[in-house]
């Protein structure tokens, strides 16, 4: 009761307080988007005092100031059993919308199963679930690693005879018996990339399932597309290149004229350019001092949206922290573990730690980011997980990583 109580007068706190208030949905999510408890929670506005948050339930309504002046801080400690890890955020009140998503990398809401089955026609490649991936060989797939329960889906991807077959099931419940699924012939649409540029495509299907649809190394590429009719309109084709500092992502919803079969898409990869720093005390979390995001040298037409952080102890504890462009500064220090329940963030003395850094910046807002699902897997790992949504949009990301001694 008593964690019931909090949470319905943080909800009437924000309703009776009049205009001087908006109220944010916070929700903590798993890689598909489900409910996750964490084991510690707490939220700040300004520079205020830390103030802990029920931790029996996954989403929490905060009653923040009005206004694009005020600043606010939320942060979790993730439900994992294995090594400690924890989210956070900080951003002004104007970057986001009403609801905010925050993901929990390591963690899961359902368990997973294997799954087996078969294909027609009988192709060679590969079939994909929204947790894993396994070969086919000759129409036959088994242990393909999917999560359990209702509303599960499973695509495949492979070639016979010169020509490349794609489908998928259609929502299933997993664990199930074996699964035959029914291929069509694929279009075609041509990529181009920065020549000598690591790139790929992908498609992101409503339920998460990734497909991966090419991989090469830079320059003109024929993609294989399925039917505009095998896809909802809300799934997505993502064409990805990276250079060494930085990386572009291109995300097009199915019926969007640049992702019709016959087309071409052009990915430039502007030269970006990232360089954080960082001191700190034993006991505290570090103060960061950032290249301006006006300095990493995003394309035209984009609008900066922020850093991302990324501290780990290997194997013992890691800490992902965004910090939206209005509520930056250089130099930055987020002061996490001062919150209730939060003094683990802090890695041991004398331990070895890894810094990865990242700045963003995009053709939509922050705020159309964090309200949407995330993907389940990582674009690119310690790098981009606080805006791998399932959104279409263009994002750049310019980076940075260092190794110390804390």
Request: charged share 10%; proline share 9%; glycine share 12%.
């Given at each position: ?201 992908h498609l992101h299907l ?106 780990a102890e290997p194997g ?91």
């Amino acid at each position: 009761m008593r964690k019931t109580g909090l949470f319905l007068a943080l909800g009437l706190l924000s309703a009776c307080s009049g205009p001087s208030t908006t109220s944010l949905t916070v929700k903590l999510v798993d890689g598909l988007g489900e409910p996750l408890q964490p084991q510690a929670a707490a939220w700040r506005v300004g520079n205020g005092p830390w103030n802990a948050l029920p931790t029996g339930q996954s989403s929490w309504v905060l009653p923040l100031p009005a206004g694009s002046g005020a600043t606010f801080a939320v942060g979790f400690q993730c439900p994992s059993t294995g090594p400690l890890s924890y989210v956070s955020l900080e951003a002004k009140r104007n970057e986001v919308g009403n609801t905010l998503l925050l993901r929990c990398p390591l963690d899961w809401n359902s368990p997973t199963g294997a799954v087996s089955g078969s294909t027609n026609p009988a192709v060679n490649g590969a079939v994909f679930s929204a947790r894993g991936q396994a070969a086919l060989n000759g129409g036959a797939f088994s242990g393909l690693t999917a999560p359990v329960g209702a509303g599960r889906e499973v695509a495949a991807l492979g070639s016979l005879g010169g020509t490349t077959y794609f489908g998928r099931s259609g929502l299933i419940n997993i664990p199930s018996g074996p699964i035959n699924l029914s291929l069509s012939s694929t279009l075609t649409l041509t990529t181009i990339t920065p020549t000598g540029l690591p790139s790929r495509a992908h498609l992101h299907l409503d339920t998460g399932v990734r497909v991966d649809l090419a991989f090469w190394g830079g320059g003109s590429q024929t993609v294989p597309r399925p039917a505009p009719s095998a896809l909802a309109a809300s799934e997505l084709l993502e064409i990805y290149a990276e250079d060494a500092p930085g990386l572009a992502i291109l995300r097009l919803a199915n019926p969007n004229p640049l992702a019709a079969p016959g087309s071409t898409v052009s990915l430039p990869v502007p030269p970006l350019s990232l360089s954080v720093g960082e001191s700190h005390t034993p006991t505290a979390l570090p103060t960061f001092t950032f290249t301006g995001l006006g300095n990493v040298g995003f394309s035209a037409g984009l609008n900066p949206l922020g850093y991302a952080l990324f501290l780990a102890e290997p194997g013992v504890r890691y800490w992902r922290h965004f910090v939206g462009a209005g509520a930056a500064s250089s130099p930055y220090t987020f002061n996490l573990e001062q919150a209730p329940g939060f003094l683990g963030v802090v890695p041991s003395p004398g331990s070895s730690v890894q810094l990865c850094a990242s700045a963003f910046a995009s053709d939509q807002s922050l705020a159309s980011f964090l309200a949407s699902r995330p993907l389940p897997l990582e674009s690119c790992i310690c790098y981009t997980l606080f805006l791998d949504r399932h959104h279409p949009g263009r994002l750049e990301v310019g980076k940075d990583a260092l190794s110390f001694t804390w």
